[in-house]
């Protein structure tokens, strides 16, 4: 009986001694097994679109941690595959010229799992580049302490090859979180995306024919039309804005409706003409562009009234604000500027209008540096037109970068 019990303690023992080496030979296989995965993009051509070859293909991707990038073609089936990558979270880009179009289209939070493989489909529209008038620059990080964000401005450039006119038409600062602490989707409590919805907008003045754009030239409209320069010690890093077209003023116009204006943010320059003042909800107190500020054109067709506004709330807040809504199908041109690379959840305007969303810096400090998006010279147009043309795709990931010091009037020809 005792040699039994002995042969059974000594089972025991052999047990759970291949019990322990099992799991320290598991743990090592599973330290073993690298941290990568697959993504396989399938290209596909939006609705209406034929007769285009989907082989040979830019389509890259971003990673939203580190922002690194990796670029393949796809192949004679659309399809471009990404072996062996680093797990988290991707964006897909696809942005490819030719002479006559470009392909364009966006993926955002793709993400991918260790040892696994992931297919996603990116559907591409093409893009004339030849077109209207675009949003060419949109500055609102701010230059400094004493400047403030008081040296913001837009700039719109024509990017056809005709004289335009930008009489009546709005400029419109979109409302919503951009991906900071925080943050609250728009669209996660105002959900038609029929829409975008602003909290400040503004009218270029004229009769029709007192603001031209010609080919390849841009008009600024500036927050204020100030020589910031002056008596600043370091006037290299400041703007000189009385350069501007246009500036936003509004004291005289809130002063006006009983409410007070922001004589220090807002500051008339006579020489330089006034935008006009068509809504500013009243949390606000001058034409205040969001940090970042998330911009649409709007044609001059467009009517608003008291009828357009609708009420935000967010969740958990006591206090609601009044937005006055834009039907997309007057937007003419949009810029999605959110907080970081990894906002996409947080874009103010539905992909119609922009199917990316661009940014200033990959972590979202933006705040005084001097920093300005700027959308990009086309070079395949521009070779062939003999002018400069703007990148043009209906998706700021493509068309636009964040540049280290505003380039006003940067590109006219």
């Given at each position: 009986?005792?040699?039994?019990?002995?042969?059974?303690?000594?089972?025991?023992?052999?047990?759970?001694?291949?019990?322990?080496?099992?799991?320290?030979?598991s743990?090592?296989?599973?330290?073993d097994?690298?941290n990568?995965?697959?993504?396989?993009?399938?290209?596909?051509?939006?609705?209406?679109l034929?007769?285009?070859?989907?082989?040979?293909?830019?389509?890259?991707?971003?990673?939203t941690?580190?922002?690194?990038?990796?670029?393949?073609?796809?192949?004679?089936?659309?399809?471009?595959?990404?072996?062996?990558?680093?797990?988290?979270t991707y964006?897909?880009?696809?942005?490819?010229?030719?002479?006559e179009?470009?392909?364009?289209?966006?993926?955002?939070?793709?993400?991918?799992t260790?040892?696994?493989?992931?297919?996603?489909?990116?559907?591409?529209n093409?893009?004339?580049?030849?077109?209207?008038?675009?949003?060419?620059?949109?500055?609102?990080?701010?230059?400094?302490?004493?400047?403030?964000f008081?040296?913001?401005?837009?700039?719109?450039?024509?990017?056809?090859?005709?004289?335009?006119?930008?009489?009546?038409?709005?400029?419109?600062?979109?409302?919503?979180?951009?991906?900071?602490?925080?943050?609250?989707a728009?669209?996660?409590?105002?959900?038609?995306e029929?829409?975008?919805?602003?909290?400040?907008?503004?009218?270029?003045?004229g009769?029709?024919?007192?603001?031209?754009?010609?080919?390849?030239?841009?008009?600024?409209?500036?927050?204020?039309?100030?020589?910031?320069?002056?008596?600043?010690?370091?006037p290299?890093?400041?703007?000189?804005?009385?350069?501007a077209?246009?500036?936003?003023?509004?004291?005289?116009?809130l002063?006006?409706?009983?409410?007070?204006?922001?004589?220090?943010?807002?500051?008339?320059?006579?020489?330089?003409?006034?935008?006009?003042?068509?809504?500013?909800?009243?949390?606000?107190?001058?034409?205040?562009?969001?940090?970042?500020?998330?911009?649409?054109?709007?044609?001059?067709?467009?009517?608003?009234?008291?009828?357009?506004?609708v009420?935000?709330?967010?969740?958990?807040?006591?206090?609601?604000?009044?937005?006055?809504?834009?039907?997309?199908?007057?937007?003419?041109?949009?810029?999605?500027?959110?907080?970081?690379?990894?906002?996409?959840?947080?874009?103010?305007?539905?992909?119609?209008i922009?199917?990316?969303?661009?940014?200033?810096?990959?972590?979202?400090?933006?705040?005084?540096?001097?920093?300005?998006?700027?959308?990009?010279?086309?070079?395949?147009?521009?070779?062939?037109f003999?002018?400069?043309?703007?990148?043009?795709?209906?998706?700021?990931?493509?068309?636009?970068?964040?540049?280290?010091?505003?380039?006003?009037?940067?590109?006219?020809?």
């Open positions: 009986m005792k040699k039994t019990i002995l042969k059974q303690v000594g089972l025991t023992k052999l047990i759970a001694l291949f019990l322990l080496i099992s799991v320290i030979v743990c090592e296989s599973d330290e097994i690298p990568l995965g697959n993504l396989e993009v399938q290209v596909t051509l939006a609705s209406g034929n007769d285009i070859s989907l082989e040979d293909i830019d389509v890259t991707i971003t990673q941690i580190d922002n690194s990038t990796l670029t393949m073609n796809t192949d004679v089936n659309g399809l471009a595959t990404f072996s062996d990558i680093s797990a988290g964006t897909v880009v696809i942005a490819h010229s030719t002479d179009y470009t392909l364009s289209g966006t993926a955002n939070n793709i993400v991918i260790k040892q696994e493989t992931v297919a996603t489909t990116v559907e591409v093409a893009v004339n580049q030849d077109g209207g008038l675009v949003i060419k620059e949109v500055y609102t990080a701010g230059s400094g302490y004493i400047t403030l008081k040296d913001s401005f837009i700039e719109i450039f024509n990017n056809s090859a005709e004289t335009l006119y930008a009489d009546g038409m709005y400029i419109a600062n979109l409302f919503g979180g951009s991906g900071s602490t925080g943050s609250i728009i669209y996660s409590v105002l959900t038609d029929s829409y975008v919805y602003t909290d400040v907008m503004s009218q270029i003045p009769a029709g024919t007192d603001y031209p754009v010609a080919a390849g030239k841009s008009i600024v409209i500036a927050l204020n039309a100030v020589n910031y320069k002056e008596g600043s010690t370091a290299d890093a400041q703007l000189d804005n009385t350069d077209t246009l500036e936003h003023y509004s004291v005289d116009w002063e006006a409706q009983g409410r007070a204006g922001n004589p220090y943010f807002e500051l008339d320059n006579p020489a330089v003409p006034n935008m006009t003042n068509t809504y500013m909800f009243e949390g606000t107190n001058f034409f205040r562009l969001s940090t970042p500020g998330s911009i649409v054109l709007v044609s001059s067709e467009a009517t608003f009234d008291a009828s357009g506004i009420d935000y709330t967010a969740p958990g807040a006591t206090t609601t604000s009044k937005l006055m809504k834009i039907s997309i199908e007057n937007v003419v041109d949009g810029v999605d500027i959110l907080d970081n690379s990894g906002a996409a959840d947080y874009k103010r305007m539905p992909t119609v922009d199917g990316g969303f661009t940014y200033l810096t990959a972590d979202g400090a933006i705040s005084y540096t001097g920093l300005s998006n700027r959308r990009k010279i086309d070079e395949v147009a521009t070779a062939r003999g002018r400069t043309i703007l990148l043009d795709t209906n998706n700021s990931t493509v068309d636009f970068e964040a540049i280290a010091f505003p380039d006003k009037y940067g590109y006219n020809n």
